[in-house]
């Protein structure tokens, strides 16, 4: 049964990820946003592909990431793979039933989106201080 991908959710996670408060995403997007609408968008599950395209521009973060990302692999594959039995002896021992290599073929475009929110977070950070300084 396929999962249902919560695009507000979405928004809320790279947003908390690249370190932005709502009332800064709320300042990018204009005037007739505020904290509050920021807070209700990131509850709904479906946005509006427009709305979407000027959060991933403001965020610089590409459109498919909100409505494609789903966490729940990502958390089943550290489960899986990671366990209280890991340590025995002072030895650490780490299952992988899964090789990397896989996981990058099955998750290319979100280890790709991740690396690129990596490199851009200075960016955002920079341009976050240039608009407190305004």
Do not use: Y
Not at 5 to 25: D, P, Y
Not at 88 to 99: D, L, Q
């Amino acid at each position: 049964m396929e999962q249902k991908i919560h695009q507000g959710r979405n928004v809320k996670r790279f947003r908390e990820m690249l370190g932005i408060k709502q009332e800064t995403l709320a300042f990018d997007l204009g005037e007739e946003w505020d904290q509050k609408k920021i807070s209700m968008l990131e509850q709904k599950d479906v946005i509006e592909d427009n709305l979407l395209k000027q959060i991933s521009d403001v965020l610089k973060i590409p459109v498919q990431a909100f409505q494609n990302f789903n966490e729940e692999p990502v958390v089943n594959l550290i489960s899986c793979n990671f366990s209280d039995n890991a340590m025995f002896n002072n030895r650490i021992e780490v299952f992988n039933n899964n090789p990397i290599e896989d996981i990058k073929k099955l998750h290319e475009e979100k280890i790709a989106l991740f690396e690129r929110m990596l490199k851009e977070k200075d960016e955002m950070m920079a341009r976050l201080e240039k608009l407190i300084n305004k």
